[in-house]
């Protein structure tokens, strides 16, 4: 089995929970393995991030840098190019930067890609079988993936445990000097913050959520009503601020708000690893969809297989006459 | 300015409920109803749109067969100038790396200054751009959700990160970039519209036109089958009315009603 590295997500000097996920990912694809945690960043920051990571993996190779005080996957790539040895596998956290990533490293280190894999189920014929998600979790799909010369593996968040132990006393290697091409023709300006709209959904207890499924966007209206009998917020999925139906600052889910209500109610919501993503707090979950193969239903505590455009106006009267 | 959208025909999320044939080892692919890729189309638009302003030409292309012509010819309906098939048995079993390569095979056989593509499919992996533009050796973003010519050798762009956030970067033209959903309103298209450009041809190319020759597959899929994720919710079952006066209940117990 090839040698295998983590790629380490930190942002200001604070690391990512990925990063002790990856370990538990990488012992699953070789129970043997000890993991190598490759850190990019700032020099500063890299040194912190070392030190931490140290103690939970044996072997720890950074990269400091000024040109890498933002991680901008074009100068980052370059860099993993030239730091991977050949046949490696790399494990990379499936997030917006790994997106940015992992197909083009996959290309310049000719290795196979892998994108947000959720399992591994061992070697057969040589070759990893891993195991990912179709049609927004609907269904799963077995690949074999070619590791002969390697591979880019992105890794689903949360879906494997974080390795706690922190037994590790690793070694730090310092690469800096090995690194001297930091061009690109892409260059970071700055991030814009998500702005705060008028209703703020992370502070709501009760919040209902409205998918896709609602159809039409004249009957949004019905929501917010079947939310004012509950008391609560309406915040809603992608789907329905691309098309501009409610703001953004109403979207739950990785590219949206994490929210921490205690009771979400989710209408027509299929159940994506992003919307649900950003949902914190174990609340209770309550979806209703019309199809009985939406995935939201595998992780809602009380399921219900109906039309949302006939339920919500009798779920809303029944509520009002209950009070 | 040039540009080059990436098209590609899939089942239609909007109509079809996806789900196991009866051998449990694939979708069922009867009565789908195949569209564009909604990442797709949010990509045309966005071409189509920087076209208007600073003039030029939008090609959208898709690896497929002669069934692909009505997603090519829906998008040249909303504005697109020109559509190509590329079409060969040999590029029927492909991996993204495949359609990768495929694409960049193309692409270096003519000159775009800009190359677009949906930032993923429902099947896919949001592969497609990544690495084609490392194929190409051309800078790169993922995810951008605005777009903004600063001049003929210039884009600024901004990504979608994580929280809401907008990542800015000014990128170098020529470059490719995978587009997000919600980047822009895709303008409707009218049957009139599809009428009109129903007799366009469209010329279709295969790997000898494009130079193309394969180089073996790095990600097979075996099966699929249905994903087992947690215990699962308590189904209310009975009438609507019966499922209304269940939940209500719950709604009450679990502080849902204030």
Known sequence: MASIFTYITHKKGVVDDSALELISAAKVIDSDCKPTAIILGSPSEVAQVADEMAKSYTDVITVGNDALNYPNAEVYRKVLAALLPSHALLLVPHDTFGMDLSPGLSIKTDSSFASD??????????????????????????????????????????????????????AIVDKSSDIQDFSSKRTFVE????????????????????????????????????????????????????????????????????????????????????????????????????????????????????????????????????? | ?????????????????????????????????????????????????????????????????????????????????????????????????????????????????????????????????????ALLDLPYAALVNMIEVIDEKKLKIGREIEGGNQEINEIELPCVLSIQTGINEPRYVSIRGIRKVASVEIPSLGAADIGFSDSGLRLQRLEYFQPEMGEGAEMLEGSNEEKVEKLVELLKAKGGLK
């Open chain 1, 117 to 170: 894999v959720v399992g591994f189920e061992g070697m057969e014929g040589g070759k990893l079988k891993v195991i990912r998600q179709e049609y927004g979790g609907t269904v799963s799909t077995r690949s074999l993936c070619d590791i002969a010369n390697g591979a880019i593996i992105n890794i689903r968040a949360g879906v494997f445990k974080a390795d706690e132990s922190k037994a590790q006393h690793g």
């Open chain 1, 191 to 323: 991030v814009i913050e998500a702005e705060i709209g008028e209703v703020d959904i992370t502070k709501s207890e009760i919040l209902v959520s409205v998918g896709r499924g609602i159809g039409e966007e004249e009957n949004i209206e019905m929501v917010h009503t079947l939310a004012k009998a509950m008391g609560g917020e309406v915040a809603c999925s992608r789907p329905i601020v691309d098309a501009k139906w409610l703001e953004k600052s109403r979207q739950v889910g990785t590219s949206g708000q994490t929210v921490k209500p205690k009771v979400y109610l989710a209408l027509g919501i299929s159940g994506s690893f992003q919307h649900m993503g950003g949902i914190k707090g174990n609340p209770f979950i309550i979806a209703i969809n019309k199809n009985p193969n939406a995935p939201i239903f595998q992780m809602a505590d009380v399921g219900v297989v109906t039309d949302i455009l006939e339920f919500i106006p009798a779920l809303t009267e029944k509520i009002n006459q209950a009070q």
């Open chain 2, 1 to 133: 300015m040039d540009i080059l959208v990436r098209v590609k025909r899939v089942p239609d999320p909007a109509e079809n409920e996806i789900r196991l044939n009866s051998q449990g080892n694939d979708i069922e692919k009867d009565d789908l109803v195949y569209s564009v890729n909604e990442w797709d189309n949010y990509a045309v638009e966005e071409a189509i749109q920087i076209v208007d302003k600073v003039g030029g030409s939008v090609t959208v292309v898709s690896v497929g067969t002669e069934e692909d012509e009505d997603i090519l010819r829906r998008e040249m309906a909303m504005g697109a100038t020109k559509g190509v098939l590329l079409s060969d048995t040999v590029f029927n079993n492909a991996d993204g790396r495949k359609i990768a390569s495929i694409l960049s095979a193309f692409v270096s056989k003519n000159k775009f200054d800009l190359i677009l593509c949906g930032a993923q499919t429902d099947e896919g992996a949001g592969q497609q751009g990544g690495m084609l533009a």
